[in-house]
């Protein structure tokens, strides 16, 4: 498995308490949303430098019986950077997101969002008791910094993180491109489902990325898991390839969720990072479980 955390890491070129009573804008500026169907309310969080793109299929199974927001983080595949442009990145977005969910009131919206929109949709349901209906995290875990260093904190991880931040900022186009390339191979098992990932990664603001980057790297939310009523689902990806580290995946999952009441762990196997593109036809039917 560490093997394969390298990779991520390697991707993502890898918070302060949640202000969610903060005043906030009428409209957006962390993220744009797509809306398509009709019916209950479902929210779709697509992971660090990632478009909603990803959640195509997902958004094609959903948007006859629901209604599907897709959300678009600001400065990622090619978006504008707007709010994101400067500053934290994961914590205003989530701040955004509540507010979205109040000013159309959306009546305890259904969460997907995969790792780092997975992160955010933790991050929302912890601050917002009640807000959400549930929730259903794809591939992340409640600190991420865990399978860097397992005795790390958000402070003690602090000085790597910047490091990295500062990393990716920095490096050039060429080296960024081949680090990019060569991470993906990491985070996707199906070769030809990774030329879009990679095309988004290329495209994404660098100061976006690296700042959230940054922010998931130092957030730790374990402690506040105790407190989220929500109901809460987490797949996790599981592959033999993962070597002598797949044995590993279940307990570092079952070991840093253990105190989220009834959480519901399951292993998706056959699977990289994106979960979604390597076993489409699995995860489809985990979100269609999930949402019964």
């Given at each position: 498995m560490f093997k394969s955390i390298k990779r991520v890491l390697a991707l993502f070129g890898l918070i302060l308490p949640l202000g969610l009573g903060a005043a906030q804008a009428a409209e957006?500026?962390?993220?744009?949303?797509?809306?398509?169907?009709?019916?209950?309310?479902?929210?779709?969080?697509?992971?660090?430098?990632?478009?909603?793109?990803?959640?195509?299929?997902?958004?094609?199974?959903?948007?006859?019986?629901?209604?599907?927001?897709?959300?678009?983080?600001?400065?990622?595949?090619?978006?504008?950077?707007?709010?994101?442009?400067?500053?934290?990145?994961?914590?205003?977005?989530?701040?955004?997101?509540?507010?979205?969910?109040?000013?159309?009131?959306?009546?305890?919206?259904?969460?997907?969002?995969?790792?780092?929109?997975?992160?955010?949709?933790?991050?929302?349901?912890?601050?917002?008791?009640?807000?959400?209906?549930?929730?259903?995290?794809?591939?992340?875990?409640?600190?991420?910094?865990?399978?860097?260093?397992?005795?790390?904190?958000?402070?003690?991880?602090?000085?790597?993180?910047?490091?990295?931040?500062?990393?990716?900022?920095?490096?050039?186009?060429?080296?960024?491109?081949?680090?990019?390339?060569?991470?993906?191979?990491?985070?996707?098992?199906?070769?030809?489902?990774?030329a879009e990932p990679i095309a988004w990664s290329l495209a994404t603001d660098r100061g976006v990325m690296a700042r959230a980057t940054y922010d998931v790297m130092t957030s730790d939310l374990r402690a506040d898991l105790a407190g989220i009523r929500t109901p809460v689902t987490v797949l996790y990806a599981r592959d033999p390839e993962m070597g002598w580290n797949y044995d590993l995946v279940g307990p570092i999952y079952e070991r840093n969720y253990a105190t989220l009441p009834g959480v519901a762990l399951k292993p998706v196997d056959g699977a990289f990072h994106f979960v979604m593109l390597d076993q489409p036809q699995a995860f489809a039917a985990e979100v269609e479980a999930f949402l019964r």
């Open positions: 957006p500026t962390r993220f744009s949303v797509e809306v398509r169907g009709r019916g209950p309310d479902v929210i779709l969080i697509p992971g660090l430098a990632s478009s909603r793109d990803v959640w195509r299929a997902t958004a094609k199974q959903l948007e006859g019986r629901y209604r599907v927001h897709l959300i678009q983080v600001a400065g990622f595949a090619g978006t504008a950077p707007g709010g994101n442009a400067e500053g934290p990145v994961v914590e205003p977005l989530a701040d955004e997101i509540v507010a979205y969910i109040a000013a159309n009131k959306l009546k305890s919206p259904t969460v997907i969002g995969h790792s780092m929109g997975g992160f955010t949709g933790l991050l929302i349901a912890s601050r917002q008791p009640g807000l959400l209906g549930r929730l259903m995290v794809v591939d992340a875990l409640p600190f991420f910094s865990v399978l860097i260093d397992p005795e790390s904190t958000g402070q003690t991880i602090a000085p790597r993180a910047a490091g990295f931040r500062d990393m990716v900022i920095g490096q050039s186009p060429e080296v960024f491109a081949a680090g990019q390339t060569r991470a993906m191979a990491g985070l996707i098992k199906t070769p030809e489902a990774r």
